[in-house]
């Protein structure tokens, strides 16, 4: 049987400097993940602050094995934010993953990855991507089953691999403006960072209390951690060759171990999935969108 790969996905938190060095100097150490997504793929200010201290980790992740791949943003809106994609898209050196349509244009005729930020609910759509030179296409979180079985089948029929995030908090939109630095009073273009006092975005609750969004700088998450555990099996048979994992302020190490044990069947699913919730603590739990119903719900 082909071997399913583990990924780590971009962290989308404005975590310091010195806390993302510590992160990835931890991930490099972590054989069981097989790639790792570097890049800004939500406010390309933070870059300005933090941009060192990635590349040095990227350097780290490459000199330890793991195979590095660049995101890029999900929403370019500046001359500069779209000159700093198209520089990196030009660097033959990097693998690149395009969030938007402005970045797969400028990846086009050489291989690259398409991001899980790009609209891609069909197989025309995807038939355009993989004859531009895509070879690994992460789908929308939001897809049911079925359209993951059929896009995932048609990623096979092109030789591309489709992966699937099967851990983190959802992305549900992202916007020009700031509503995170909104919340507390300031403007985006005086935002002083203040997404970075949120590790794992700032909680959002309904006029009645109850948790229902979270923000993270110009992007809305979903409250609840999307959690596919029993569902790993059939997304191995629908051919989804890679699980991707959103990082969140936690030992990802061990959330990657579960699932490697998982794919390899030295763990069943009932007790993984009781290992996962476990580590995730009183955090929400989620995978309404794969069963095509709210997807704030949980089907045990």
């Given at each position: 049987?082909?071997?399913?790969d583990?990924?780590?996905?971009p962290?989308?938190?404005n975590?310091?400097a010195d806390?993302?060095r510590?992160?990835?100097?931890?991930?490099?150490?972590?054989?069981?993940?097989d790639m790792?997504?570097?890049?800004?793929t939500i406010?390309?200010k933070?870059?300005?602050?933090?941009?060192e201290?990635?590349?040095?980790?990227?350097l780290a992740?490459?000199?330890?094995?793991?195979?590095?791949?660049?995101s890029?943003?999900?929403?370019a809106?500046?001359?500069?934010?779209?000159?700093a994609?198209?520089?990196?898209a030009?660097?033959?050196?990097?693998l690149?993953?395009g969030?938007d349509?402005?970045?797969?244009?400028?990846?086009?005729?050489?291989?690259?990855?398409v991001g899980?930020?790009?609209?891609?609910?069909?197989?025309?759509?995807?038939?355009?991507?993989?004859a531009?030179?895509?070879?690994?296409?992460?789908?929308?979180?939001?897809?049911e089953?079925a359209?993951i079985?059929?896009l995932?089948?048609?990623a096979?029929?092109?030789?591309?691999v489709?992966?699937v995030?099967?851990?983190?908090?959802?992305p549900l939109?992202?916007?020009a403006?700031?509503h995170?630095?909104?919340?507390?009073?300031?403007?985006?273009?005086?935002?002083q960072?203040v997404?970075g006092?949120?590790l794992e975005?700032?909680?959002?609750?309904t006029?009645?209390?109850e948790a229902?969004?979270t923000?993270?700088?110009?992007?809305?998450q979903?409250d609840?951690?999307?959690?596919?555990?029993?569902?790993?099996a059939?997304l191995?048979?629908?051919?989804?060759?890679?699980?991707r994992?959103?990082?969140?302020n936690?030992?990802?190490?061990?959330?990657?171990?579960i699932?490697r044990?998982l794919?390899?069947g030295?763990?069943?699913?009932?007790?993984?999935?009781?290992?996962l919730i476990t580590?995730?603590?009183d955090?929400?739990?989620?995978?309404?969108f794969y069963?095509g119903i709210?997807g704030?719900?949980?089907?045990?």
């Open positions: 049987m082909t071997r399913v583990i990924a780590l996905g962290l989308t938190y975590w310091p806390k993302r510590a992160f990835y100097e931890d991930i490099a150490k972590q054989p069981v993940f790792v997504y570097m890049g800004e406010c390309a933070r870059s300005a602050i933090v941009g201290a990635m590349a040095d980790s990227a992740l490459e000199a330890a094995g793991r195979k590095v791949v660049y890029t943003l999900s929403l809106i500046t001359d500069p934010e779209r000159q994609i198209t520089d990196v030009a660097d033959t050196a990097l690149v993953e969030n349509t402005g970045a797969l244009r400028a990846c086009a005729g050489r291989p690259h990855h899980p930020h790009v609209n891609v609910y069909n197989e025309g759509t995807l038939d355009v991507l993989a531009r030179g895509a070879t690994s296409i992460c789908l929308p979180w939001e897809l089953r359209s079985e059929r995932a089948a048609r096979r029929h092109h030789g591309m489709a992966e995030e099967v851990f983190g908090k959802a939109a992202i916007s403006r700031c995170h630095a909104r919340a507390y009073g300031l403007a985006k273009d005086g935002c960072y997404c006092k949120d975005g700032m909680p959002v609750d006029l009645d209390g229902f969004l923000l993270n700088g110009l992007q809305t979903a609840a951690v999307t959690l596919l555990v029993s569902e790993i059939s191995v048979e629908a051919g989804v060759g890679r699980l994992l959103s990082p969140l936690m030992d990802m190490g061990a959330v990657a171990g699932y044990a794919l390899d030295t763990l069943d699913a009932d007790v993984a999935q009781e290992r580590l995730l603590g955090r929400a739990v989620a995978n309404g069963y709210e704030s719900s949980f089907a045990a």
